[in-house]
């Protein structure tokens, strides 16, 4: 019943911008850590963006502070990563991840391909 999907990826010119979704179901993120993760080709999976459950405190990869934002709905279950002036090194398969202490919930990802 658990799943995170992910969803707006896709193929962008570079400095245009995309927004990816993912909704939850089977759980409340309300009480979770969410998490943006991405894995290019030959690369490791890197955090991207988190926001705490309480505060809605944040925080970004320095490679992309400034044009990504992370947020969240929790009405409609769905936190939201919007990624503006987007680079080719931003291509990747973006995954979401709900965090509660040891608990740990991960999306299949969405594509993005940043190219000309």
């Known amino acids: 019943q658990v799943q995170l999907v992910e969803s707006g990826g896709g193929l962008v010119q570079p400095g245009g911008s995309l927004r990816l979704s993912c909704a939850a179901s089977?759980?409340?993120?309300?009480?979770?850590?969410m998490s943006w993760y991405r894995q290019a080709p030959g690369k490791e999976r890197a955090l991207v963006a988190r926001?705490?459950?309480?505060?809605?405190?944040?925080h970004y990869a320095d490679s992309v502070k400034g044009r990504f934002t992370i947020a969240r709905d929790n009405a409609e279950n769905t936190v939201y990563l919007q990624m503006n002036s987007l680079k080719p090194e931003d291509t990747a398969v973006y995954s979401c991840?709900?965090?509660?202490?040891?608990?740990?919930?991960w999306g299949q990802g969405t594509q993005v391909t940043v190219s000309s």
């Open positions: 926001m705490g459950s309480t505060d809605g405190a944040t």
């Open positions: 089977g759980f409340t993120i309300s009480s979770y850590a």
């Open positions: 991840n709900a965090n509660l202490l040891w608990r740990h919930y």
